[in-house]
């Protein structure tokens, strides 16, 4: 099936291809909305994110480990009534799998042999697991100061790790230098992978009856989980499967908080190490747009302290939820909002846990002892 990039910036539309990952100019690029599903479409014999498989563009052959369909669990947190999505169920333990899953596919279906990726940890254990399910040779490059088991996972899966000294955006800067001689499959920059990530929606439509939920609440790094829920119930949105958008309403450290800075017209703070690693971006590769789907929503953004962090791991854990720091970011938020009004009461909020609390043994063996 045809489908077309858009450059939201500049308006510049760009044939699809895979092996294309940014614009002529260097900005940014997103698959053009595709139409919208509806229940009849979804494909209830598959039991992954491919399901909605009519939602994606080109005729991919699934490179799959059985990624979505994640658990939505019921729970009180404090006086509000949530409903966590955990992600960490899927099979390398972080939402990052939706997007790997269908960027890998294309990538794969493009005759790419050997890509290179660069995260923080999570997106680069995915890329390594699904590259090696896609018999692709994969290296990537990862912060110096990146967790040893997300490395360990990494390097299991068979990945080249090259740990790079610096900040996340140091990292970032060195994979961008090295994609003139390789395929870059970037999980910040490949158009492919919001096509992933906006399954998230979806799949809360479906399992809400095949309603949207009220507000939905997440940790924000590079914004992916933020823009696949734009992309996603935009689409269902115009297809006439909701009656509204949910509002977006994202955390990040206090720390490292670019686009709650951005969303509230201010300088961000200087820049602190946070325990939240995944979500320590400073320049966010698609910062505008993920601020335009934040108020596209009606949504709102908030800068959590390191002590609510750390405090909102504990509390998740006390309740049977191993949630890494980067995920407990977005339940430490719960309270902000609530007591901002953003989450009401009788309305219907997701929040969504991104990642494993294995993922990070040794930030939560400093936190909980």
């Keep these: 099936?045809?489908?077309?990039?858009?450059?939201?910036?500049?308006?510049?539309?760009?044939?699809?291809?895979?092996?294309?990952?940014?614009?002529?100019?260097?900005?940014?690029?997103?698959?053009?909305?595709?139409?919208?599903?509806?229940?009849?479409?979804?494909?209830?014999?598959?039991?992954?994110?491919?399901?909605?498989?009519?939602?994606?563009?080109?005729?991919?052959?699934?490179?799959?480990?059985?990624?979505?369909?994640?658990?939505?669990?019921?729970?009180?947190?404090?006086?509000?009534?949530?409903?966590?999505?955990?992600?960490?169920?899927?099979?390398?333990?972080?939402?990052?799998?939706?997007?790997?899953?269908?960027?890998?596919?294309?990538?794969?279906?493009?005759?790419?042999?050997?890509?290179?990726?660069?995260?923080?940890g999570n997106g680069g254990s995915s890329v390594a697991a699904y590259s090696a399910a896609a018999g692709i040779a994969a290296t990537v490059l990862a912060p110096a100061g990146t967790s040893p088991a997300k490395v360990l996972q990494t390097r299991a899966y068979g990945a080249a790790v090259e740990l790079v000294p610096g900040t996340r955006d140091d990292t970032a800067a060195e994979a961008v230098r090295r994609s003139e001689a390789t395929t870059y499959a970037s999980h910040n920059w490949h158009p492919f992978f919001l096509q992933g990530t906006k399954t998230l929606a979806y799949e809360l439509w479906e399992d809400l009856g095949f309603r949207a939920p009220d507000a939905v609440v997440t940790a924000a790094g590079a914004g992916s989980i933020v823009l696949g829920c734009d992309l996603g119930f935009g689409e269902l949105l115009a297809a006439g499967s909701i009656a509204r958008r949910p509002r977006l309403l994202v955390a990040q450290p206090r720390n490292c908080s670019p686009v709650d800075a951005a969303c509230h017209d201010r300088e961000p703070p200087e820049f602190a190490p946070t325990i939240a690693e995944g979500t320590a971006i400073r320049r966010p590769v698609r910062l505008p747009e993920v601020v335009a789907a934040i108020r596209r929503s009606g949504g709102d953004t908030a800068a959590i302290t390191e002590d609510a962090i750390a405090a909102a791991a504990r509390r998740l854990a006390s309740l049977g939820l191993y949630a890494e720091p980067t995920s407990a970011t977005a339940a430490a938020a719960i309270d902000v909002f609530r007591a901002r009004g953003a989450i009401r009461p009788g309305e219907t909020t997701v929040v969504v846990l991104t990642g494993s609390g294995l993922k990070a043994a040794d930030k939560l063996r400093e936190l909980i002892g």
């Design 1 to 120: 099936m045809e489908y077309w990039y858009t450059d939201e910036r500049s308006g510049a539309r760009y044939p699809g291809d895979p092996l294309r990952w940014r614009g002529d100019d260097g900005a940014p690029l997103t698959v053009a909305a595709r139409p919208g599903l509806r229940p009849e479409d979804v494909d209830t014999g598959v039991r992954s994110l491919w399901r909605y498989r009519a939602a994606l563009p080109g005729d991919l052959r699934p490179v799959s480990l059985g990624e979505g369909c994640t658990p939505l669990v019921p729970q009180v947190w404090g006086d509000a009534e949530v409903r966590f999505k955990l992600e960490w169920f899927s099979p390398t333990g972080s939402f990052k799998d939706r997007g790997t899953s269908v960027m890998v596919s294309a990538l794969a279906g493009a005759g790419v042999r050997e890509l290179l990726e660069d995260s923080s």
